[in-house]
């Protein structure tokens, strides 16, 4: 919070001109390592049915990103659909990295593993049994456990997130693998 309010105060010092090029010089950098905001994804499929657990906040998750970042539609059965994506599984697990002298966690590794596969209505593969696993390092303190807890379940979300985005991409790469087929 401190050095936001050194850069806002440092900035209320300059020029307009200068806040402009230093403006500019950011666009630029941003621009040069090659930064793009997220956009469409281009699924090959015009219509899927995901297939999960029903109240499950992955399956939710998934749905939602196949409705807003693509412009494939979803199916209430998989009878209609040109494809089914089977959530096959999720787990969260916490793995201890390292110990204190005293035998206390000092740092933890959290993994988050979801297995999926791409289908038609005939079983015919389009996308085997595939694991996105998602790794994220955290340091633990056992005299704050509830804000190390809490700081586990965001990192856990985030993580979920990212599988979608993952599962996503997997689905995508599906078009460019039957296009180099043809």
């Known amino acids: ?3 936001w309010s050194r850069v806002a105060e440092a900035a209320r010092g300059m020029s307009p001109i200068a806040r402009g090029c230093a403006v500019a010089a950011l ?10 905001l997220r956009g469409k994804v281009d699924l090959p ?6 297939e999960g657990q029903p109240y499950s906040k992955l399956t939710t998750q998934l749905k939602r990103g196949i409705e807003g970042a693509s412009n494939t539609r979803l199916t209430e059965t998989p009878d209609g659909a040109q494809a089914i994506v089977q959530l096959l599984g ?3 697990e916490r793995i201890i990295l390292a110990v204190s002298g ?5 740092e933890l590794q959290l993994r ?13 593969e389009w996308l085997a049994k595939n694991d996105v696993v998602i790794l994220r390092d955290m340091t633990y303190d056992d005299s704050q456990v509830l804000a190390k807890e809490g ?32």
Not at 45 to 50: A, G, L, R
Not at 157 to 181: C, G, T, Y
């Open 90 to 92: 999720d787990a969260q």
């Open 112 to 124: 988050y593993r979801v297995t999926f596969r791409v289908t038609d209505v005939k079983l015919r």
């Open 45 to 50: 499929f015009e219509t899927v049915f995901v």
């Open 27 to 36: 666009c630029f950098g941003l621009a040069a390592c090659g930064f793009q």
């Open 151 to 182: 700081e586990a379940n965001q990192l856990f979300r985030e993580m979920q997130a990212d599988a979608v985005q993952q599962i996503l991409r997997r689905i995508q790469a599906i078009r460019a693998a039957s296009e180099v087929d043809s």
């Open 102 to 106: 005293g035998g206390r966690v000092r």
């Open 1 to 3: 919070m401190e050095s």
